[in-house]
């Protein structure tokens, strides 16, 4: 029976996982829109490009970093506005921070991108 109870909250969890996904997605955070657009174009184009198993892996990691580091810019945004709902510098610079390392991430799958796909590219331009 506990252990019928325990499944049960871990499936619950699940369920607002995907509800904080769906949140960020239909609440207008552009940036997410703009990551899945980019990851999806990111697997056509490993698709098309007929990459290797490690290209894959390396495409896969890149695509769940950049959006869940999206997400917790984003639940760091909604906090901060919570916690400090006028202006404040301090709180300007946690949101700035925060999309700073998305941008770090984006710009470093950005470069995996290119290292995977501009050597295949240019060999089917030849």
Same mark, same amino acid.
């Given at each position: 029976m506990i252990k019928q109870q325990s499944f049960r909250? =871990?499936?619950k969890s699940f369920s607002f996982a995907f509800q904080g996904v769906r949140l960020s997605f239909k609440k207008g955070e552009i940036n997410i829109k703009v990551h899945i657009i980019i990851s =999806? $174009? $990111?697997i056509i184009t490993s698709f098309l490009l007929n990459i290797s198993a490690l290209e894959w892996t390396a495409i896969i990691g890149c695509i769940g970093i950049v959006i869940a580091a999206e997400l917790f810019?984003? $639940?760091?945004?909604? +906090? /901060?506005d919570i916690i400090s @709902?006028?202006?404040n @510098?301090? $709180?300007g610079a946690v949101k700035d921070i925060a999309a700073g390392a998305? +941008? /770090? +991430?984006?710009c470093m799958a950005a470069l995996i991108g290119a290292v995977i796909f501009l050597p295949k590219i240019i060999a089917l331009i030849r």
């Amino acid at each position: 029976m506990i252990k019928q109870q325990s499944f049960r909250r =871990f499936l619950k969890s699940f369920s607002f996982a995907f509800q904080g996904v769906r949140l960020s997605f239909k609440k207008g955070e552009i940036n997410i829109k703009v990551h899945i657009i980019i990851s =999806f $174009a $990111a697997i056509i184009t490993s698709f098309l490009l007929n990459i290797s198993a490690l290209e894959w892996t390396a495409i896969i990691g890149c695509i769940g970093i950049v959006i869940a580091a999206e997400l917790f810019n984003t $639940a760091i945004e909604k +906090l /901060v506005d919570i916690i400090s @709902p006028d202006w404040n @510098p301090k $709180a300007g610079a946690v949101k700035d921070i925060a999309a700073g390392a998305v +941008l /770090v +991430l984006s710009c470093m799958a950005a470069l995996i991108g290119a290292v995977i796909f501009l050597p295949k590219i240019i060999a089917l331009i030849r």
